[in-house]
Every structure is written in C-alpha cells, then in structure tokens.
C-alpha cells in the first residue's frame, strides 16, 4: 500500500453520486419549471410537507426495525433521497413535460435510478427506498390548487 492510498480518500460511487445529484437536481428542475408556469407557492407547500411527512417518519421510526439501515444505524425509514427525486420527478412529468412524454420518462427512470443508488450503496432497505419514493411521487404529482381553480393528480406520461 502507497503513502497516497492511505491519506487521499477513495473516490465516490459514480451510482451514489448520481443519486445524491438527483437528490437536489429533479426538484431544483422542477422548481424552476413551477417559477415559470406561476404555481411555485403550491410546489413550495407540497415540497414543505412531503419533506416534513419523511423527517417525521424518521424521527418516530427511529431505531425502530423498519428504520434500521443496512449498517444497524437508525432514521433510515422513509428514505428521503428516494423521496426527494421522486417529488421533483412526478412534478415535472405531470406538469412540465405535458408533450412530452419521453421526459417525464427520463425524470421518472432518474428517479428510480436515485432510489436504487441508496439500496446499492447499503444506505436503505428496499422497502425503505419504495415508501420514500411512494411519499415523494405522491406529493410530486399533487396540485394543492393554490393560486388557481382547483386541485389534481396527474403523473403524466400521456402517450
């Protein structure tokens, strides 16, 4: 083992990267696509909420089974990263990419890609991974009507 192996750090996991990426990067897009079309109050509060519903979780679940990662540590029930992309995914594709459906397909498959990358990287259960994109997915494709006549659910991808 060299000097340089022992004191630089390993470099990331293109998957986990890729993950935490779509983590911000799905909802940043879809905030910015909700700025433009007006309806960023009603993104906001659905984004607020579905971020507060997974923290909640975790802190009552705690170090209960279903919130005990892979590693035995606790606060893994909802997973969030899994949450987060999926609520950034279902808004864009029932909202943004109404034409196109190929889009929301791709933020969908990003999405899914993020939940899987916490799975492989040991940082979630699977059922931990499908309850946080379940959360975020819903509150994603919600519309709380603020701002306009009334609310809906669209997941997009109309073919």
Request: charged content about 15%; proline content about 5%.
């Amino acid at each position: 083992m060299t000097v340089a192996a022992t004191v630089l750090p390993a470099a990331a996991d293109p998957l986990e990267s890729f993950g935490t990426g779509m983590k911000y990067g799905l909802p940043l897009a879809a905030a910015v696509c909700a700025a433009d079309q007006g309806r960023f109050e009603d993104f906001a509060v659905r984004g607020a909420l579905q971020a507060g519903l997974v923290l909640a979780l975790k802190h009552f679940y705690g170090d209960a089974p279903i919130g005990r990662r892979p590693s035995g540590e606790g606060r893994g029930f909802p997973s969030g990263h899994a949450a987060a992309a999926a609520f950034g995914a279902a808004d864009l594709a029932g909202k943004c990419f109404d034409d196109q459906p190929w889009a929301g397909a791709a933020a969908y498959g990003a999405a899914g890609l993020a939940a899987y990358s916490r799975v492989h990287a040991g940082e979630h259960t699977p059922k931990q991974v499908w309850t946080g994109a379940l959360i975020g997915f819903s509150f994603g494709a919600a519309s709380f009507g603020i701002g306009k006549d009334g609310a809906d659910f669209s997941v997009g991808l109309k073919f």
